[in-house]
């Protein structure tokens, strides 16, 4: 405001003059980067089964990662979006160039703006929300490194993806902590009442925070998720390309009940990471010093990358490869809980209404809708990866 | 949603769960194109002095309008932004490339958001926001050819210009009506009572609509600003590269007073025409059948383009050439009313003060600020053409 070259103010202004007059709607208010923690001004993240706001996502655009130029997975994400939609208002961040075909191929109830990414996956790229029981809501906006970066990291460069939260927050109109953390919305799942749930795979991957050992990973999450308890488990879903993201692994059905990825096949890879899971959760108590009730949700295949999904794919230097055979990080567990519904994946005709039967049971006051999302799992993730909800501002006290 | 693969709906569900639950805040409503008009369905556009939710405006980006690659102008935008963030809530949109730079240029208290353009004249590729008496907000969406297409336009290709009023409702959450009429923000004032304020050497130019009489014309502006009288003067500002905006020429005061650029020296070519557009203004009649007073505001200058700042454009083969000794469409008319504000161009020492005094007068109860813009009008326009406000939505009847 000191560049303001000359300010005239009248003799005749009368400075108490009140715009806009009382009664008018107001505008929500803008986006400031703040020095302090969530916890150290009293918000915590809540659950996703607590009431949102809405639901953010990205357009899929990467021929490297996509097949056919990302029109499969365009019409899945498309699907998704509509489900959300029915439950809570949607918004999709598209880029310039894929901006009107992505207007045209979305249904009106859904919300597009123009937001740059490197990839599609909002869960981990977008702010993670937090809320104070006064009813404001901010968002921490971590570090990210595109799951590794140059250690195994899945693209370069990620600067678009980095600026992501940021650009949600302004739209949003909310606060924003920037976290001195790399860490990914995919890689926590919180019960809302004090207790985190991460993998040591991730978290404690020397792609990710290098310097910092449990201890000081286990305070960051306190001091930007305002949560009291961390469960460690040990490696997520076999063949996760992010490292074993928790929210392939297991989530949250409410606090002290939990849903785990699970299969009874010994030989599969897949048997001794979730076995090692359920021993962990066995053991654990949660912030309120309960155990937890753990619901094994069986896995769907297992599913592989066919070779005619593989040559779909421009493969370029600077990303990870996708090949023919490849196995497929497949999960039920990767749904969305959105206001009053649930959007789950459809992968395998022989398992799918089983885990529908059992989502059904854990969830039974949600409307349960089911997306065939093969397309979205060939680029690495599912229903969860790609969406981020934004939780409603609890009423003011 | 016929595509949606498969649904599950659960015996146990109950369908009148109410989510979220009463008392949460809701969401924003999300933007529908209407196939109605405004004036079919009760809505009116609003005046500029009628309370405002907010401002937006556009990045400066192009080397081949703005000299320097635009660093000078991007210093006038922030401090024009600056300025009316002081009366009311600022919003810009900027090009993913210049994102970062914008924003660490820019006040904490003006929202970024990544929004692609042509070039930064929100006033003209913004929507017109029209409002309902029951408290409704929309957005009228012009179809825009760049100030004349290829006869006499400014620049080539516009198709991120043309998306602009679209992404800008779709962030505001508002419905937009897309009018058949190429037309730009800048090309009409209104008084918020019934009358509009145009020129014929716009509105009526064959690079425009070449297909519509002026009846015909006349007709859209009615049914799209929800006016019931235009009144036409004749050219607009000398050398204004628009075909004559109005908003350089003449505004509304209030309802029945009018603010018109004028010169007392009958050797400028502008005397003419604020001459003309006196006695046009003298013999009208407002929608209610007042006559107009007119106060006449002494242009700057004549002001020229310097051969050094000619120097600083990078001239493009698509894009209209700048001279050294150009003469600049400078005139005090192109200010915007905030909230409680008024945000003046500052261009001539020696006409600056006299030119405040009278905007004091006739606006008494509104602070004045005053902000150097010479670097904006070397571009084309002032800080009317780079602003686009929001209307508050009037209180729920």
């Given amino acids: 405001m000191r560049d303001l070259a000359w300010r005239l103010i009248a003799e005749g202004a009368n400075a108490s003059t009140r715009y806009p007059p009382e009664g008018w709607l107001e505008y929500p208010p803008m986006t400031r980067t703040l020095t302090t923690t969530p916890a150290a001004d009293g918000f915590r993240m809540p659950a996703e089964y607590e009431p949102h706001a809405g639901c953010w996502m990205l357009w899929p655009e990467r021929r490297d990662n996509w097949r056919r130029a990302a029109a499969p997975a365009q019409r899945a994400f498309v699907q998704v979006a509509a489900a959300i939609a029915r439950f809570e208002p949607v918004t999709i961040g598209v880029s310039a160039a894929y901006f009107e075909s992505a207007r045209r191929a979305l249904p009106e109830a859904v919300r597009v703006v123009e937001l740059s990414h490197d990839d599609s996956w909002m869960r981990d790229v977008g702010p993670s929300f937090v809320v104070h029981p006064r009813g404001r809501v901010r968002g921490v906006h971590w570090r990210f490194n595109a799951w590794g970066g140059l250690k195994g990291g899945l693209y370069a460069p990620w600067?678009?993806?980095?600026?992501?939260a940021l650009k949600v927050l302004e739209i949003e109109g909310r606060d924003?902590?920037?976290?001195?953390?790399?860490?990914?919305?995919?890689?926590?799942?919180?019960?809302?009442?004090?207790?985190a749930l991460v993998t040591e795979e991730c978290l404690l991957n020397?792609?990710?925070?290098?310097?910092?050992?449990?201890?000081?990973?286990?305070?960051?999450?306190?001091?930007?998720?305002?949560?009291?308890?961390?469960?460690?488990?040990?490696?997520?879903v076999f063949n996760d390309e992010t490292d074993g993201h928790i929210d392939e692994l297991a989530c949250f059905v409410r606090p002290g009940v939990v849903c785990l990825a699970w299969t009874d096949n010994r030989r599969d890879p897949q048997y001794a990471i979730s076995a090692d899971a359920w021993e962990r959760l066995h053991d654990a108590r949660d912030a309120r010093g309960r155990r937890f009730q753990v619901h094994k949700l069986p896995i769907p295949g297992p599913l592989a990358m066919t070779a005619r999904e593989a040559r779909g794919v421009e493969l370029r230097a600077d990303s990870a490869p996708?090949?023919?055979?490849?196995?497929?990080?497949?999960?039920?567990?990767?749904f969305y809980l959105a206001n009053g519904g649930i959007v789950?994946?459809?992968?395998?005709?022989?398992?799918?209404?089983?885990?529908a039967a059992l989502l059904k049971r854990l969830f039974p006051r949600r409307r349960l809708v089911g997306v065939r999302t093969r397309e979205i799992l060939l680029g690495g993730g599912n229903i969860h990866c790609i969406t981020q909800q934004v939780p409603a501002a609890p009423p003011a006290a």
């Fill in 176 to 195: 924003r902590y920037r976290a001195p953390l790399i860490n990914e919305g995919g890689a926590v799942h919180v019960d809302g009442a004090g207790t």
């Fill in 322 to 334: 996708r090949r023919a055979g490849q196995r497929l990080a497949g999960s039920y567990v990767n």
């Fill in 206 to 236: 020397a792609n990710r925070n290098p310097t910092l050992g449990r201890a000081q990973i286990e305070a960051h999450l306190r001091a930007y998720l305002g949560v009291s308890t961390i469960i460690w488990l040990g490696k997520g």
């Fill in 344 to 355: 789950m994946p459809l992968l395998d005709p022989r398992r799918d209404r089983s885990a």
């Fill in 159 to 164: 600067d678009q993806d980095e600026l992501v």
